[in-house]
């Protein structure tokens, strides 16, 4: 079957392209995944630098050939970049530019210039290098458990063949000039190699951020955050299932109960930090006491569950001396306990000294309080005798009219009103201003 040649490249240009784009908009959707950017514009280079390879005989040879073939070197580093930000990697920036510029200083020496099948094998190795370091980063990993990894692996080591046969091809059947390359089967094999390419590994790409995202998920809805153990519903899932499937084989199976004693006083004389780094130190005492095969998590505040496979009581009362010696041992050699302890000290010594100091100011007390109230009672009844007999006179007043008696008539000139002393104090500089504009009474 005979391969139509700007057809496979027209589909290899588009489809980069449109894969490119949707690399980046899967990025949007996730930005937790900064290999996706990488990724994404790797394909839009690499589809760009296919267009100008495609275009050779229509636009200058300098783009054709050179920039071309630069532009799709910088894309498979870019390829290469996002596998190592996908495993937490960062890549130096002079890396993107190694391959170019051994592309291009070999593009200053005449030979390689004119001859075409010079030119694809240089290319043809430097993919090679970088597709193989990409295949090593993805197998390096390998301990983390995701299912595309291995089809990843297989799908480059595919495109590393691909590109060995490229460079078989055009050793055997060297390419004269640069219009019989692009009507040449070396051509038409990369062209193929490269949509099949493109097409699968975009996908493998997309569907490993995917399994990790759901890994992540899945690993944070059964983990307790703060002491990394497994929490109530994966213990008891997973309990459950070890239950059922050594009580079909008639093989003893323990459990341990953990509760931590005088937990929320801790809580309440050190503080919640203090209380969290006591959890830490028991997950780690349990972690470190309990064999592979058993299964332990924290099934409330300060609980923790044991679940023993195949010991008996003897060896179950064991691992719980274990454990408890475990954790007494890390509470004393830990750092944080001593600091605690030197903390609570310090502050203990400082509150003394403060409560001690001639010159310290504390809050107010029942026994400091009477004695103000006794004196501001005393300033009020050493009140001026007239302010009390007006006071008393104008109340009499009032009780005649209520009665129905004739107000009395006095004979004396009337003064005008005086404002106590204590109004502006109590009312404030408007009560008092609005009460002196009052018209005067006896």
């Known amino acids: 079957m005979e391969l139509h040649t ?74 290469y970049a996002g596998t190592r930000a996908f495993h937490g990697r960062e890549t130096p920036a002079t890396l993107f530019l190694v391959a170019p510029l051994i592309w291009l200083t070999a593009m200053r020496v005449p030979s390689v210039a004119a001859d075409i099948s010079l030119r694809v094998i240089i290319v043809s190795g430097l993919q090679c290098v970088l597709v193989s370091l990409m295949a090593y980063e993805f197998w390096r990993e390998r301990a983390e458990a995701l299912l595309s990894r291995w089809p990843t692996i297989v799908i480059l080591v595919f495109q590393v063949v691909m590109l060995n046969v490229r460079m078989i091809t055009v050793l055997t059947n060297p390419v004269f000039s640069d ?46 955050p703060l002491t990394s153990l497994a929490n109530r519903r994966a213990f008891m899932s997973d309990a459950e299932a070890v239950i059922t499937r050594r009580t079909s084989r008639s093989e003893p199976i323990a459990l341990l109960l953990a509760d931590l004693d005088h937990f929320k006083r801790i809580n309440d004389v050190f503080g919640h930090p203090a209380g969290d780094r006591v959890l830490q130190l028991f997950a780690a005492a349990l972690t470190r006491a309990i064999d592979g095969d058993d299964l332990v998590g924290r099934i409330g505040g300060e609980e923790f569950a044991i679940l023993l496979a195949g010991k008996s009581e003897a060896a179950a009362i064991a691992v719980a001396e274990r454990v408890r010696g475990a954790f007494a041992q890390r509470a004393e050699e830990s750092t944080d306990a001593r600091s605690l302890r030197r903390s609570a000290s310090a502050s203990r ?81 408007g009560r008092a201003e609005e009460t002196s504009r009052l018209p005067s009474r006896p």
């Open 6 to 79: 700007p057809t496979l490249a027209l589909v290899a240009v588009s489809i980069a392209a449109i894969l490119g784009v949707l690399l980046l908009l899967a990025w949007r959707r996730d930005e937790s995944t900064g290999a996706l950017v990488w990724w994404g514009i790797g394909y839009l280079c690499g589809g760009a630098s296919f267009g100008l390879l495609t275009a050779r005989g229509v636009i200058p040879d300098v783009l054709s050939i050179e920039i071309a073939n630069a532009v799709l070197l910088v894309s498979y580093g870019f390829l």
């Open 179 to 224: 219009r019989e390359f692009l009507v040449h089967r070396a051509f038409a094999v990369m062209a193929f190699g490269s949509v099949l390419y493109t097409i699968t590994f975009a996908f493998l790409l997309l569907s490993l951020t995917k399994e990790r995202s759901e890994q992540r998920h899945k690993i944070a809805a059964s983990i307790d």
């Open 349 to 429: 010594h400082r509150a003394s000294a403060r409560m001690t100091s001639p010159g310290c100011s504390a809050a107010p007390t029942r026994r400091s309080i009477r004695p103000r109230r006794r004196a501001a009672i005393a300033s009020r009844r050493s009140a001026p005798k007239a302010r009390r007999t007006r006071r008393h006179r104008c109340r009499s007043r009032r009780s005649r009219r209520s009665a129905g008696a004739s107000p009395r008539v006095s004979a004396r000139p009337r003064k005008p009103f005086v404002n106590p002393p204590g109004l502006v104090a109590l009312a404030g500089k």
